[in-house]
């Protein structure tokens, strides 16, 4: 029987009801101090993990405090900082025109719009919404790949059956049917979700929360 968009709605406000109590207190897994910190933070986490991101950084922020010294910093000294990252010499020459534009542009001040983010180089909708949410307490949904896959799985979007969605859209769906106090918490808990049960290769349905009303539930899994 096809789901009404109506009992959709309800039942997403059900699961993310288990999922506030299962993940009570979801916060950013990127470590950071300031704005700056955490938007350079967010750039560096692209193709690696948080937790790998975390090992670098505090030495570079001691370095490099502000916009104005990572953007004269000499790039082979930002690059051995960096190495264990993996594609080093690109995410430096990223960080470098993102830190050159903020000193030129905003006196080294991170903006908080997602206007003048997403004019900044390299930076998308995704990294803006995290420096929003985090940074600022602005509302901010962040979709990444574990927000694609879970909220797919869920059906809480009408076009899990693409391949690959656009995440602009997808920001758009999700964050219409919950209230905007809620969208950056809602995307910790989804990350936190994905990353602890609902994974990519193997969903660990088994020991699931949302088992019970999950239309990819796969008893196979438990």
Request: contains cysteine; proline residues 7%.
């Given at each position: 029987?096809?789901?009404?968009?109506?009992?959709?709605?309800?039942?997403?406000?059900?699961?993310?009801?288990?999922?506030?109590?299962?993940?009570?207190?979801?916060?950013?897994?990127?470590?950071?101090?300031?704005?700056?910190?955490?938007?350079?933070?967010?750039?560096?986490?692209?193709?690696?993990?948080?937790?790998?991101?975390?090992?670098?950084?505090?030495?570079?922020?001691?370095?490099?405090?502000?916009?104005?010294?990572?953007?004269?910093?000499?790039?082979?000294?930002?690059?051995?900082?960096?190495?264990?990252?993996?594609?080093?010499?690109?995410?430096?020459?990223?960080?470098?025109?993102?830190?050159?534009?903020?000193?030129?542009?905003?006196?080294?001040?991170?903006?908080?719009?997602?206007?003048?983010?997403?004019?900044?180089?390299?930076?998308?909708?995704?990294?803006?919404?995290?420096?929003?949410?985090?940074?600022?307490?602005?509302?901010?949904?962040?979709?990444?790949?574990?927000?694609?896959?879970?909220?797919?799985?869920?059906?809480?979007?009408?076009?899990?059956?693409?391949?690959?969605?656009?995440?602009?859209?997808?920001?758009?769906?999700?964050?219409?049917c919950f209230p905007p106090e809620e969208w950056t918490d809602l995307s910790h808990r989804l990350i936190l979700f994905g990353r602890a049960t609902c994974h990519a290769r193997k969903p660990d349905c088994g020991h699931c929360p949302l088992a019970d009303t999950c239309p990819s539930f796969e008893p196979t899994a438990a």
């Open positions: 029987m096809r789901e009404s968009k109506t009992a959709r709605i309800v039942r997403m406000h059900d699961e993310y009801d288990i999922l506030r109590q299962v993940i009570p207190a979801p916060k950013c897994a990127l470590h950071f101090s300031t704005p700056l910190q955490l938007l350079i933070a967010t750039v560096l986490s692209a193709q690696t993990t948080d937790k790998r991101v975390n090992t670098v950084t505090p030495k570079l922020f001691a370095t490099y405090p502000t916009a104005a010294a990572l953007a004269n910093a000499n790039p082979t000294q930002v690059e051995d900082i960096i190495h264990p990252l993996g594609f080093y010499r690109s995410k430096t020459q990223h960080l470098l025109g993102l830190a050159a534009a903020l000193d030129e542009r905003f006196n080294g001040d991170v903006p908080h719009t997602m206007e003048e983010l997403t004019s900044l180089p390299g930076v998308g909708r995704k990294t803006a919404n995290v420096v929003l949410g985090n940074a600022f307490g602005i509302p901010g949904f962040p979709v990444d790949t574990h927000v694609m896959r879970v909220t797919g799985r869920l059906r809480w979007r009408t076009d899990w059956r693409v391949a690959k969605s656009d995440p602009v859209k997808v920001e758009k769906e999700i964050t219409a």
